[in-house]
């Protein structure tokens, strides 16, 4: 039975918790404080360009340092294993994108921790679609025609590499629509790109920051974006919703997560900064001028949205039967 005196200790338990949590969130991002920004990438690309942005505006806002490491390699993981085995106090930080989600999948067998439990989300910070580009010359003019094309003759489809954005996007197309678009993947977006242009290649769900200037210039044509909202940018291409496949709404995202074990005060304390910063006019431009729009959630918006990108990639890769290379 409990007694009087068990549900008195555990009241007093409870209010001697409240404090030590208030206490911790408060001494967490103290002036002068030095944050490690981890990016698992090489420098230069989307993800660093936004996680140096954010660094910036955290290390102003709060007169602490900001120290952006690239970790790149093992598919974005080494970075993201290093800091899941960082002191968790909140000084680590790790950019995550839509490839860690695919990765809870596609390498769980081959790393040494659980992504889905060796770290905590904290923020996401910005979104970018998928743009459906095809030659200027071809006469495919539209995902209904992508699809009688795909189901009239062979077509191939260049990406980035196995388990990217552009991979996931066709695979995902691919069953929605019960084609069988062949993949060909390359080293990067760059020379999957080049060959698109020279007519080697049929198609490419590509990352809307690579494939924009060649739509721009008139060598590539957008067919459609897979996102749910036109983009001012390029007013002309629908969505895949108005397309009449909603189902293939893919954006390539970008956020911000923290060691499993760090405390739920200082995750919130460091989400709501993250979402106060993304918030700023400047901060909001600068983003969109990188082909990003401003998506901030904080860690709670965040961990579910996670959660549900992580299933629905893990659904996709297992009906296609993707494996990591």
Do not use: C
């Amino acid at each position: 039975m409990i007694t009087r005196r068990m549900l008195l200790a555990s009241a007093l338990a409870l209010t001697a918790i409240a404090p030590a949590a208030s206490a911790q969130a408060a001494d967490y991002l103290k002036a002068g404080s030095v944050l490690r920004y981890v990016v698992p990438f090489p420098p230069g690309g989307l993800t660093d360009v936004m996680a140096r942005l954010v660094g910036q505006q955290l290390g102003e806002r709060l007169k602490v340092t900001v120290v952006v490491e690239n970790k790149p390699g093992g598919g974005a993981m080494i970075g993201a294993e290093q800091v899941s085995r960082a002191t968790p106090d909140g000084n680590t930080l790790l950019a995550i994108t839509m490839t860690h989600s695919v990765n809870a999948t596609l390498l769980r067998q081959k790393t040494r921790f659980d992504i889905t439990k060796d770290l905590k989300p904290v923020a996401l910070l910005a979104s970018t679609p998928i743009l459906v580009v095809v030659p200027a010359n071809s006469s495919i003019h539209s995902l209904d025609d992508l699809v009688a094309a795909a189901k009239s003759k062979e077509l191939n489809a260049g990406s980035s590499g196995v388990g990217t954005p552009s991979h996931l996007s066709l695979a995902l197309f691919n069953q929605l629509n019960g084609t069988n678009i062949m993949h060909i993947p390359y080293s990067g977006g760059s020379p999957s790109l080049t060959d698109l242009i020279g007519g080697q290649i049929d198609v490419i769900f590509s990352n809307y920051a690579e494939s924009l200037p060649h739509v721009q210039s008139g060598k590539l044509r957008a067919i459609a974006i897979a996102s749910a909202k036109r983009n001012p940018q390029v007013p002309d291409v629908p969505t895949s919703a108005e397309a009449g496949m909603p189902g293939l709404n893919v954006e390539q995202w970008t956020a911000v997560m923290l060691p499993g074990a760090t405390p739920d005060a200082v995750v919130q304390r460091l989400g709501k900064e993250l979402v106060d910063i993304m918030a700023q006019p400047d901060v909001a431009e600068k983003t969109r001028s990188l082909g990003f729009r401003v998506d901030a959630r904080g860690p709670n918006e965040f961990t579910e949205f996670w959660k549900s990108e992580v299933e629905r990639w893990r659904a996709v890769i297992q009906a296609a039967g993707i494996s990591a290379e």
